[in-house]
């Protein structure tokens, strides 16, 4: 059964310091894995999705990396806001269970202090 | 409208209740599923329809009842609830559940069992 770890719990950052965030899984025969943020008391929005193929993805501010090898992916937020603030849920999709099954850490819950 | 949209946003209920909790996505898909998020836990997988076919049951208890009666309508019936029950509870959908897809998230229902 897979399971998907995120550390830390949580992070408190100054406004302009770089996030760094933590997922691991431990079956690493995934076929994609993603990062979503969630704020509160709202649902999940899909901020990058990173096929088991791709080393990493970049959108904006936002870069994911993937070692499927030691089952570790990265979320990188540069030059962190206030807005950024939020939680970050870590999810995989592995190839061992049906196509519908997404697999998710707990979740880093982020505050950026201004 | 647009996106996934969940009603009602929070519910309060006694054990002995029966309620209802309704999704609706407006994005075209054929897929929808049910999560439960409880705190400090990671999403929990409940249902997951497939034009409008039920393909997914992670064992859930019988108390919880889904019915999908359309591809952009989902139900989650609920009777006799317990205490434990409580949690944010996700509708989401994806274009036809592949491991491809992306799945879209509603702001989730807020249930409280009393």
């Known amino acids: 059964k897979q399971e998907v770890t995120q550390i830390p719990a949580a992070l408190s950052v100054p406004e302009g310091e770089n996030l760094v965030l933590n997922c691991s899984f431990t079956?690493?025969?995934?076929?994609?894995l993603q990062w979503f943020r969630q704020d509160p008391g709202k649902g999940l929005t899909s901020l990058l999705l990173?096929?088991?193929?791709?080393r990493e993805q970049t959108s904006g501010r936002l870069n994911a990396s993937l070692d499927k090898s030691s089952g570790r992916s990265t979320l990188y937020i540069a030059a962190s806001q206030p807005g950024d603030s939020a939680t970050y849920l870590c999810a995989v999709r592995d190839r061992r269970s049906n196509d519908y099954k997404l697999s998710f850490g707990a979740g880093t819950t982020v505050t950026v202090r201004a | 409208e647009t996106g996934v949209t969940q009603t009602p946003r929070h519910l309060v209920m006694g054990m002995t209740n029966k309620k209802s909790l309704k999704c609706e996505q407006h994005?075209?898909?054929?897929?929808m599923y049910w999560y439960k998020q409880s705190a400090k836990k990671p999403l929990e997988l409940m249902f997951v329809y497939s034009l409008e076919e039920r393909v997914e049951n992670n064992s859930v208890p019988s108390r919880f009842s889904p019915e999908c009666p359309n591809s952009s309508h989902l139900f989650l019936h609920l009777h006799t609830l317990q205490p434990e029950d409580s949690a944010l509870y996700l509708c989401?959908?994806?274009?036809?559940?592949?491991?491809?897809?992306?799945?879209?998230f509603g702001p989730g229902t807020r249930l409280t069992v009393l």
């Open positions: 990173i096929q088991s193929s791709q």
């Open positions: 079956d690493s025969a995934i076929y994609n």
């Open positions: 989401a959908s994806s274009q036809s559940g592949g491991a491809s897809d992306t799945q879209y």
């Open positions: 994005l075209g898909h054929n897929a």
